[in-house]
């Protein structure tokens, strides 16, 4: 079974750091999908960026980039220029491709940015 | 907006009281979950459908059921809640393909059985 470990519970960053939230996974499979969402207070889940494991790029969206080791099975979310509203609960999240979708979720990082 | 409306968003009951969750969806997504959400565990998937009257179980399916009937719902029913089914409950949608969509979540119901 497909397993994420997401080892830091909390962190803390301050405004304009960068800050790197860590996530391993256990798959045997080849093709697969991987993502990080986002949880502000609000309580909404909010998808941050994905990643396909056939893809040797690391995918970004603007502050957001990841740093995928395939081989290693790791898949961390780097921040930049932090800001206070990012401050929130983040989930890696993992798919087998071709499956039903649903996703296999770690347990989350509290993030706190700290004016 | 993936166009999901969740019901109730909170909601307090009694042990051994039925409750019904439903989750709307306005886009004609096949594909529709419903997650719990607990400190500690981060979402652990409940149920899932893949269209009208096709259902299958998730993680942690015992003492719930769902039904679909059309497209557009989703129902989670506890028929006789118990304080360990406490929690927030999510429900989602996959937009895109087999290989490629991701999921997009509704706000979130509260329940809280006492």
């Known amino acids: 079974a497909q397993t994420v470990t997401q080892s830091q519970p909390e962190m803390s960053v301050q405004e304009a750091e960068t800050v790197t939230l860590s996530c391993t996974y256990d798959?045997?499979?080849?093709?697969?999908?991987l993502f990080w969402y986002k949880q502000p207070p609000s309580r909404q889940m909010i998808l941050v960026i994905r990643q396909e494991a056939y893809k040797q790029q690391n995918a970004t969206e603007n502050r957001f980039s990841v740093n995928f080791q395939k081989a290693a099975k790791s898949f961390s979310l780097k921040i930049s220029d932090s800001q206070l509203g990012d401050t929130a609960m983040y989930f890696c999240?993992?798919?087998?491709?071709?499956?039903?979708?649903?996703?296999?979720f770690g347990k989350g990082t509290k993030l706190s940015v700290k004016p | 907006d993936a166009g999901i409306t969740q019901s109730p968003r909170h909601k307090v009951t009694e042990t051994g009281t039925p409750v019904t969750l439903r989750c709307h969806q306005t886009?004609?997504?096949?594909?529709m979950y419903w997650y719990r959400q607990d400190p500690g565990h981060g979402l652990r998937l409940i149920h899932y459908?893949?269209?009208?009257?096709?259902?299958d179980k998730g993680e942690v399916s015992d003492g719930y059921s769902v039904s679909r009937s059309k497209t557009e719902d989703f129902l989670l029913t506890l028929e006789s809640a118990t304080s360990s089914q406490t929690s927030v409950y999510f429900c989602?949608?996959?937009?895109?393909?087999?290989?490629?969509?991701?999921?997009?979540f509704g706000e979130g119901s509260r329940l809280t059985v006492l």
């Open positions: 989602a949608i996959r937009e895109g393909g087999m290989n490629t969509g991701e999921l997009f």
């Open positions: 999240a993992f798919r087998n491709g071709g499956s039903q979708g649903n996703l296999i």
């Open positions: 886009e004609n997504h096949r594909y």
């Open positions: 798959t045997s499979e080849s093709n697969y999908y």
């Open positions: 459908s893949y269209g009208v009257k096709d259902t």
